[in-house]
């Protein structure tokens, strides 16, 4: 990889509370909807829990120190939001406090800049069963509400936030297929869970604005998943397929926060299933983003169904079939992760240019790319060569990106740390460092070396 990137671009790599942190019931922590999710028989792979997960509310210290000998610059991680607020509002856990205090503290000393994530989908359990969750009228409020306790005790060192993590995720998989904590299936409870998911963001950042970003200098966003669309053909039926796909997915929520509304596509279709914006809401919705956040991870073909072909799958579609009309295939030519995504970076640059055309070129930074391969330490080390080809083809898709006046600010690789997979539990390897669960270890991939030196050799 011998490409130069911009003097500024970020170097960096993320994680989630729920996925590593452990500790899940530690110093006054109250449980989340993946704690109860996962107490369930069959919801999970192997009926796994994080509830020790990668130890690292316990041994966060000895992962900075890992992040530090890797030469990240930046590490973005989320805050478990019942771990500060045990019941989702009301009173505040100083020991929650005070964990990502030291934490935020030990990044800064090892020069690592930390980008904080508000939520990245475990909701406290005592708002599901107080307020309906997501689907809940006043769960907009109650989320702002949180984000404020979190700029006020950590915004005078944190200088990035992210308010949601992948609101698609929460509201297809957990409010539509189920496949996901709540659990919850249904065809129309997707549009209202994330339409109260744009609202909260919209209504942190308000917050933000008003009290917090002059005097403390950050910047804050939203982070939004999409994997690109190809025609499948060059007809006209299914190139508007495909950007249909691209407009259920991701203009699903970034019109609302660029544009002030959804696309229209989906206010044909959907009609009265899809709620509406209140003019005060559009206007705090339009514009509240400081960058565009981006979360990619692979590409499929989309040709038109109109006809009765068959919609998709539950990971592959970017929102229920029915609403769609797109059939999604992949090549048998692409190479394969073991999560069965496509290995496809030239999907990557085609959907930088298309953000960029339809948003007027916002900074935009992948806070998520990465891929999922399961090798085993053999003598303490793990020869990962598929990861290290996987991130080379997207990096230098993102160069190309860039080259053709997109503008990327940085990259974040998923994940840190082998961890919890959510659903998949830990059958499912995606980390550039090795972690049983709970284990006395942590064992830098090749793939992590190999970081390290792309890191210094743009000259950081």
């Known amino acids: 990889m011998n490409k130069k990137f911009p003097d500024s671009f970020v170097w960096g790599s993320a994680t989630s509370s729920y996925q590593i942190e452990g500790g899940w019931n530690a110093a006054g922590k109250g449980p989340s909807i993946w704690d109860v999710f996962c107490m369930i028989p069959g919801k999970t792979q192997g009926n796994d829990n994080r509830n020790i997960a990668c130890d690292h509310y316990h041994r966060f210290r000895e992962d900075v120190a890992l992040m530090q000998s890797l030469g990240l610059k ?54 599901q069963f107080e307020m309906d969750g997501w689907i809940g ?69 308000d917050i933000y604005r008003k009290q917090y970003q002059t005097v403390q200098g950050g910047k804050i966003g939203i982070t939004n998943n999409c994997d690109w669309r190809e025609p499948l053909t060059d007809s006209a039926a299914d190139v508007a397929a495909a950007e249909r796909a691209l407009e259920f997915f991701l203009a699903w929520f970034a019109d609302p926060v660029y544009k002030g509304d959804y696309p229209a596509s989906m206010k044909q279709r959907l009609g009265d299933r899809l709620p509406s914006f209140s003019e005060e809401e559009k206007q705090l919705l339009r514009g509240s983003s400081d960058f565009f956040g981006l979360n990619h991870y692979t590409t499929m073909y989309a040709a038109d169904a109109t006809h009765g072909a068959e919609g ?21 030519d692409w190479e394969m992760t073991d999560m069965q995504w496509a290995i496809v970076p030239w999907g990557c640059c085609k959907l930088l240019e298309w953000i960029a055309a339809r948003y007027d070129n916002p900074l935009i930074y992948i806070t ?13 080390q793990v020869d990962d060569r598929d990861r290290i080809a996987f991130f080379e083809g997207y990096l230098a898709a993102v160069h190309e990106a860039i080259g053709l006046g997109v503008d990327m600010k940085g990259y974040f690789i998923w994940s840190l740390l082998d961890n919890f997979e959510w659903a998949s539990g830990y059958s499912k390897k995606f980390g550039i460092t090795h972690v049983e669960e709970g284990s006395l270890n942590r064992i830098p991939k090749a793939s992590a070396l190999w970081y390290r030196d792309v890191i210094r050799k743009n000259g950081l």
């Open 137 to 205: 009228d006043d769960i907009s409020d109650v989320f702002a509400a949180y984000a404020e306790v979190c700029f006020r005790h950590f915004g005078d060192r944190v200088k990035n936030w992210i308010t949601i993590n992948e609101a698609w995720v929460v509201a297809i998989l957990g409010y539509g297929h189920g496949v996901f904590a709540p659990g919850i299936k249904s065809k129309d409870l997707p549009y209202r869970a994330g339409h109260n998911l744009l609202k909260a963001h919209a209504k942190a950042v």
């Open 74 to 127: 930046a590490y973005r991680f989320s805050i478990s939001w019942s771990r500060i607020m045990p019941a989702g509002r009301g009173d505040v856990n100083q020991a929650g406090i005070d964990f990502y205090n030291q934490l935020i503290d030990a990044l800064l000393k090892a020069g690592i800049e930390p980008w904080i994530t508000l939520y990245h989908w475990d909701l406290p359990v005592a708002l």
């Open 368 to 380: 998520e790319n990465g891929c999922a391969f399961d090798q085993t330490p053999i003598d303490g």
């Open 312 to 332: 998709g799958s539950v990971y592959g579609n970017g929102g229920l079939s029915e609403d769609q009309d797109v059939s999604l295939s992949v090549s048998p």
